[in-house]
């Protein structure tokens, strides 16, 4: 019985030679590889399930495993946080068995030198695995040495194998390929005298001492284009000629970076090099596949992302998530909003949010009568969450949940969600298993949440298109070109990474035990063969290396590979359009053919843009509409000519355009409701004091009640901590009532919220005045603030908000109301500090005619420009900002 | 390169070493040689117990780089090093806190698989959760401090929880003391005071008349003040405080100068007493301190309660943030297994910048390091980070410990950065005022420059009469706007106007400067804006690293704006705003006729979408496109067409600052994916930007790539770089003093400023001691970052600022006036105005375009795949390009029947020959199923109907290819017989037309001239002919050849319609 190793570096054309006769039963790790070599593809594991199978066997599934696992964390250990911890083990549980250690043995030996934890992991993976045996299941990580361990009883039908695409074989493997492989048998190991095949050089030894034989080598000598390449990152030594076909380039962003490789795969497939020639290779294909197939939606590139994506990340696994967080937390505004809103729930336009958001609904019931009347659904199964209940019940009734909400109807919109509807069905099916265990739903929470990590589907279902790969699953593969992005310091290769449980210390003790471990250099070499064989998969094609400088705001250093290579990173060379988007972007300031409607519009943008943008005066872009404003029937308050007289735009939008801000319940004080609510109890305070003599001001029960009947009047919304905060208010408001300077001895209050209506600079004004007081020197008109400072005015000629409004028209209406009285004062009365607020002396009042004459002047003409004061006091708390443009561009605008 | 004698004596110090590494003495260069010195034979370390600490990632990457390039030029390609240095810590605190907090949950009393928050989701996590966590307060503690003060005093000590822990220890016997040493300290250091003794001199030196009323002042300020620094007593000091200075005659005195001059200095001295008693006055404890006494249990209580509770829902959540994870691995150490743990395994310590190090990584290396062998590097007069807790005292601590013996720490002072004339000047300016801390460094560079280097500063100056002039704005910002052209002026001048040579590093020769060879540094973000328009208005590339927020752009308020637009058609606003944008560029005409056509009550977008304003159109259909799409595609997606259909980023790309504008839309559109996560929904998005925007936070812009541009950033932001040329801008600047409701030390205490009955603001002598220690921190800090910025000047130096004194100018004063003569550049209103921005460059187009969509490539299906295509192309799509299951899967009797299906196919197969052995397949399916399986599969042995397909070879199973043009198609057949091949069937339902092509594809593939299907239901076999498959031969051809080119258009009719699982959610569908 002969069996070969063939140790030739570039083994793909021998391969392919053997695999064509027929002889030999393929085995490759990837399809990807298997076609590299003109074969079908079937994977080493398939033979070791296979022969499970045939003995009764199985392998466990993800979910098997980990609820297996850690009932057996449970048990052995009981861990403060379960579920984490067996997050955690895993890996290092997983890696103990793949090393293929007796645990039992191991643990009967002396195990003082290793770490009491690591003794624990040993004790609670025997354990999971004698139970996993019991019930004739192995872990996916111990699958090669069981099958082998199964075929010393019953030995599988040997098999003339092909083993090519598995470069980097492990022991385990090894083990099981020499139980089945038959005489004639071919693993190919392509290797070098270079101290990166360190490991490759053991297992050939192993499999010698095996009586495998190494194949001589083969006379057909081949040029590879990249085989220097390859030399040159073994050795680290610069080649002797520049090697043409591959290039490192680096770009700025990583953005940038995308766009240029994106660029140059577009320009390949227009070239009409097919899709399977090309392949983009990233370390970590889950930080680059989300902006890649962005830009190549924009680029028009069929990009193919093939990585598993766990469910937690679909929306219907964010949809369950967020329903578990409402379900465990009441019925909460926001989240349950978003869950309900959601268009795997309604449609959007259902007219749901916008009630929603009108009457914040809070808590199962108020939630339950919306989602019925706006939605159709009926949400009472969720009352009962709190439970008991046997498995299968539970599963039944998510099951029912599931259609009450129609779910499979509505994922079908999407290939993903409804692989992912169908792999949560599944998983939802194993979980109800035993049926009679009953769990309650905080034992049941967990569990489900473990369902979204563990079951994964692809990042991008389907097929076709430039593949995006990481370098470990190209093993094997040939391509024409290949694009392999993030060649940076700390990306390509990654920090070799320690496991939490099991670091490298730990493991070198583990040795002593004689259980092995990868060690640090053993990844470091893994990785650096992944890299290795990288280059081989474009033996006979083009690479191309890049990296960008910038990423997310931290810079990157070449990767030392490059250095390896001797391939300094160039800047990128120009790179063609790719995309109408692009091509607009370079056209709209050059002459360009009228094709492009779009483009004639982003024209005309661009011009509007860059008007406002200029010092030029405003235009009607900028809210010069020159439609005269016919304000002779407009009834102006305080604060509307107070607001025009700010910023005309400011006005415009909210009255003319009727702009007001949403309607959304507030969920927090406002300082707007603070106000009225402030104003409302004065006033009720106020008015029992005036009716019944016995009453004080500074009573404070009477101002706590007068408190509550003013949160009432103004429909005070349910605020949080409102019980303690309202205790607050109350003693800011008692200092207040206490300070004589609120209610002088010698003031009589006349009136309070007095309505007036009236002319005034030609403008027709209504509004109210807080208090108005009777002094023997005459009334005194109060307007109370909660603020601490006087409010802002309106725009003097200096554009400074100083000149004050409310008081001088209150003045003269105050006269019309009270034509025998005069008017000895107007004042703001801070209701917060509990003192007068005066208005500057030096605030240029006397403008205030000729400014009130502007600003008719300006609605006359229809003039609305963007101009609030040079501070921009008034676009502090404005509402319009959206839309106004304003920033730095004001400045500019000659007034 | 070599090592200079000290990095030498650094790096090769035996046992543990400090190092105090000035601004550009080759430090990363000394730390280099230190770990090599580790990994050399003589010490023999691996990598993996070494531990390397660096201020940012950035640097870690960079150490890691140039100890692995070190590696491989002296030890060859020693893998076994080189290895394990790809798995050595060298990273910052966080990760190394990070790695002991994942290694040692239970200890650290963290989950074992948190993770980790940035800066904006903790901000908004603790703005989600904060208010609940003070409902949790009980009602008796806000008896006790009101909701509001609790609210801010709470929030300032969970941000500091560690400090606030300790501090809320503390009581008055702690602070007591520290106020009678700070009074004694204030006390007799006043008369040494450089201001102080100079007042003196000058009125010892000049004499008036006797009985000049200034005369007599003169004589009673020296005495008083020669009285009180003799004895220390107060009433000399309040003696001076109220000195009147009216009166006394210029006659009296030899000139006007002397006259003025003694009355200046004797209110200088009046000034200082009276500072001095103000400040002796607020630290008399008072009532305020008492009433803190009484409030702090109750805020104590309050702190543990929230505390918990936050940190208990963090727990459950799995997550932490910075704060917490150095927190929770001071914990875990705190176990002594713990430490044995990294006793074990790390033994030798390299720390970077550790005058930045604040006290709980000073802990947190304390009991890491006990044992081992540390290298501590830093330098006192670089430590800038006060705001984030950095305290140089923990250095001084280290630096004496480390060298308790007759050791003495190293320093490194030679720069290899600044050129020696250049060099020089700042060690002047420095010398005065950084005092003791100070220590010259000695400059490599002595290449002659012309001019020689000198620093430069200027300074704005505004005369008497534009002063007075009122029209005439000559406030803070006008002087930066002037000062802004200035810097504008300057940099043309030495760039382009007569371009001067400087020193390039990497080849040590001088070269003509280019615009990257220029940085600009400002303390705050702010100006920065200013002097880049300044600059880029004359046409300099300029490059804002970054600043303000990204919410605040315009380019994010459009996507805000859209964005709420699309989650809510009904917000009038939003859709006002995406109209009035650049998306739509309507007039505000068009919209003010629109809104006057609005009916009452009825939305903006409803009556958009039933008018008809030709103005309006294109906004209509493309908002109504997308809010089609928003059922279907993630936000992200959204923006993305919503630029496809308007052209929005061709507009920002043409408008001035077009390269900040698209990285801000980038960035924006990061932002949507990174809150769009999972839900893909656009209400969630437009939610979580309502919370950041009420919370407030700041979202960092995204940087910009350079190019040859100059560099404008803040100073925090410049440590560890350099430049040929720095300017350092608004030098006069003065930062806002904040005054904060509670203010605490960890030694000392919680110190707290509460209102009086009138509801004013007032403090207690504990807070104003505390006020007046951080005042002093921050002024002496404020040194420190000026000379951070001074010492990243290779060869120039320019100082500006908007006015002639104040801020940076007061501060270095002393040493300025030694060293260099300040320039007026007098107030010119004509400057001193916005400029107007020159529009981006016109891009040059690229020769090659390609617009149009690249073909998809298919190369590889299923042999099934030709069946589904042959029924419909579209139904193809879904099924294999898409890779949509459909509609019917799932459970259910669908996929029963094709668990059945398979296990038939096994049993034959494996020639399975009883329903036990079939059992045993693990197939899930009741056992019922499985008999019917067994019982389908043993109809092939028995049934007549297939006696022929019995005889002869037989291989199961057969994988099989075929290509066909450009496709390779794939299958497996499941008998392969000696002249034909076979499929198995177990459906209910015969529909033997479906699958002759994947017949045929078997056929040609596995070279048997027939093909039969075998229904096991039905006991029917249907065989197709050589003839009807030769026949086959073309049809299939050319229906592959339609499938290659890309054609998906549906073949639709109610017969295939009704069977498709895709019927569902097609829009072909016929019903
Ligand atoms: S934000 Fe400012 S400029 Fe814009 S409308 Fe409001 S006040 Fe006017």
Redesign the interface.
Known sequence: MTRFICLDPFPQQQATSLSKQGSHVVITPS?LAA?AILA?H?PLHTLALKHL??Q?W?KASRLQSQRLFRQTLQDVLQ???L???T???MPAMRSLLKSGTCLKHALETDVTNL??RTVKLIAVTQQYQSTLHKNSLVDTGELYWQAAKLSTELTPDPQRLLVYGYFQLQRDELAWLNQIAASGTQICLPTCES??F?DTRVEIAWLQQQGWQIMPASNISVLLPNAALCDNFLS?KPPEQPIETASAHVY??F??EIRGTLAQV??L??ADI???EIAIIARDERAYG?KLI?IA??????IRALYSTPL????L???I??LLEVLDTGFPF?AT??LL???LCS???S?F??TA?AQHPKGFQQWKEIASDHLGINLSALAQVNQTRRRDTWIDWWERLFRTFDL??RC?????E??A??KL??GL?ELSKPEAETLSWSALRPQLEDLLESLSV?A???????ELHSPASVVGAQYAHLFVMGMA??VL?P????D??L???ERQQLRDQSIALPT??E???TEALWFYYLLQAAATGRITFSYP??H??????PS?YL?RLSLPAIASP????????E????????PHKEDDA??A??V???G???YR???QPAN????????PFDYSNWVFSASQITRLGQCRFKW??DK???????IEVEEDLSPSLRGNLYHKVVELLIEAVQANSAHSLTDEKLLREKFLEAEQAVHLPTL??W???R??HL??LA??LQ?PEFWPPEATPIALEKHFKGEWHGLKVTGRIDRIDETPSGLVLIDYKTGTSVPKGIQDTNGKVTIDLQLPLYREMAADLYPEKSVADTRYFSL???KKLSVSSKAPQHELPAMIETCKRDLDEGN?PVQPDTKRDACTYC?????C?Q??RL??KEK | MGLTTEQKKAAHASGSVAVTAGAGTGKTHMLTERYLYFLRDSQGFSPLQIIAVTFTEKAATELRSRIRQAVMQEMGDRLEVLAELEAAQISTFHSLATRICQEHPESANVPPDFTVQDATESALWQAEHFDNALAQLPADLYEVVPFSFMQTALSALLADPLTAEQSLERDRADWLPAIESFRERLLTDLSAQPNWVSACDRLSHIEGSAGDKIEIVRQEALKDAAEFSLTGDVSSLEALSTLLLTGGSKKNWPDLADFNAVKGAAKELRDIAKEAIQTLQVLNPNEYDDRTEAMLPAIKEAFRIVRGYLQNIKYHQRILDFNDLEVHALKALSDPAVAKYYAQRWQVFLIDEFQDTNPTQGKLLERLTKGSIITIVGDRKQSIYGFRRADTTVFEQWQTHIHAGDSAPVELSTSFRTHHSLMRQINQVFAPVLTDMHQPLQAHRQETLSPPPEIQLYTVEVDDDQKEDNALDTGLNAGRLVEAQKIADLVQSILIDAPIQVHDKASNQLRQIEAKDIAILGRTWGPLDLYSNALSARGIPVLQAGGGSLLDTREAKDVIALLRFLADPTDALALAAVLRSPFFAVSDRILYLFAQSLPDNKSWWNHLRETSVPELETAKQVLRDLLGARRVDAPTRLLQMCDRLTGYTAVIANLPGATRRMADWNGTLELVRSLEQGSADVLAVVRRLKQIISAAITLPRPAVEGGNAVSLMTIHGSKGLEWPVVFIPDLSHRSQPDSPVLRFEASLGVALKLQDKAGDSQKSAFYALLEQTQKAAEKEEAKRVFYVALTRARDRLMLTAASPSGGGLTLLKPGLDQAILATAIPFNPDLAKPVEPLPADIPSIPKQQMVRSAKIGLFELPVTALSDYALCPLRFKFRHIDGHPGYQTGTGPHQDAMALGRLTHKALELGIDSVEELAKQKSQLPIAAVKEAFSLAQKFHLADAYAEQRQGNLTWEKAVSLRVGTLTLNGIVDLVGDNFVLDFKTDQSMHPDHHRFQLWAYSRAAGKPIAHLAYLRHDRLYSLTSAELSALDQEATALVKQLTSGDFSACHNSLSCNICPYAEFCDSRVI
């Open positions: 399809g076609r079908q079937q199978q045939q009764g199985a861990p403060a946080d579920l984490g911890t997050r955690a083990w770490s009491a101290p990166f360190a680290a700025g962003t953005e940038a577009k320009a497939l227009n097919p899709a399977k989300p962005e939606w924009e680029y028009g590139v069929p937690l990340t679909t929306r696994g964010t949809w998530q967020l926001e909003a978003k809103s959601h268009p449609n959007p336009d007219g949010w916008a958001r499979r109807r079908a919109r999407w290939a993903r409804s692989l509807f169908n069905q599944k099916v692809p991008q279902p389907g097929r076709g298109g430039v310091d700390g290769p920090p070799v990474s320690n939490r449980v670091d490298f210390f640090a250099s990844l470091f070499r400088k910038l997310e705001r931290t810079e990157r250093l030392p250095k120009e790179q063609p359009i790719a995309s109408r988007e091509l607009r972007r370079y056209y709209l300031r050059h779009i483009l519009q982003a005309r943008a661009f509007i843009e860059q943008e200029s010092t009607e872009y900028d809210g010069v509409i020159n439609i415009f939008a003319v355009l009727k702009l007001g801000a949403v949080l901590n019980e303690v905060r205790e607050e003693r800011q200092i207040t300070k917060t500090k509990g609305y509402d319009f900002d959206l839309l443009r920033g730095s400045a500019r």
